[in-house]
């Protein structure tokens, strides 16, 4: 029997095919998938790690968000109530703030407490929480020894220039 034209095709495509340089090729192939693998591992638990770190910052920056909101809301109470007491005691004592010299101070009436830009922050910031994908089962967080918790400051009492406000306190007594 005599061989078909694919058949001879084939048998010189095998002679001109060095299978030690395939071999190499595999071989090289199956180091460079290895490594891949690997890389991919360790992107997925720097993935995971960020957004661990990402959902634990934005607590953070939503409770320093809160807290700055309501220290501007109790600021702006106070200052009011101040300025409540001066028009008071003007009225009251009218002789005694004819001396006085007011100077020009920038009145924000119509000044928003909280911007709207701020609360669509808060809202997004909320929202962006829930969307990473936290496995415990594939990772479980350390914490850094280079992070420092800002919530937790070693003052307990209000300070003014870094002095406390009830050393002034102590100092009329």
């Known amino acids: 029997m005599e061989p078909s034209a694919s058949g001879v095709f084939c048998s010189q495509v095998l002679i001109m095919v060095n299978s ?14 290895d490594q891949f693998e690997k890389t991919n591992e360790m992107l997925l638990n720097f993935n995971n790690l960020s957004c661990v770190r990402m959902q634990q910052m934005n607590k953070h920056f939503l409770h320093h968000t809160r807290t700055l909101v309501e220290m501007k809301k109790d600021l702006d109470s106070i200052f009011w109530r101040i300025r409540t007491l001066e028009e008071k005691l003007a009225k009251q004592y009218p002789e ?27 809202a997004t910031l909320e929202q962006s929480t829930e969307s990473c994908d936290t496995s415990p089962d594939i990772i479980s967080p350390t914490t850094s020894h280079d992070f420092k918790d800002l919530s937790r400051g070693p003052y307990d009492s209000p300070a003014v220039n870094g ?8 100092e009329m007594d």
């Open 96 to 122: 005694a703030f004819s001396n006085i010299h007011e100077s020009p101070i920038l009145e924000d009436d119509d000044f928003d407490p909280l911007p709207k830009s701020t609360a669509m922050t808060i």
């Open 20 to 33: 030690e340089d395939v071999n190499a090729i595999i071989l090289a192939q199956k180091n460079m998938l």
């Open 163 to 170: 002095q406390s406000i009830t050393d002034d306190d102590n």
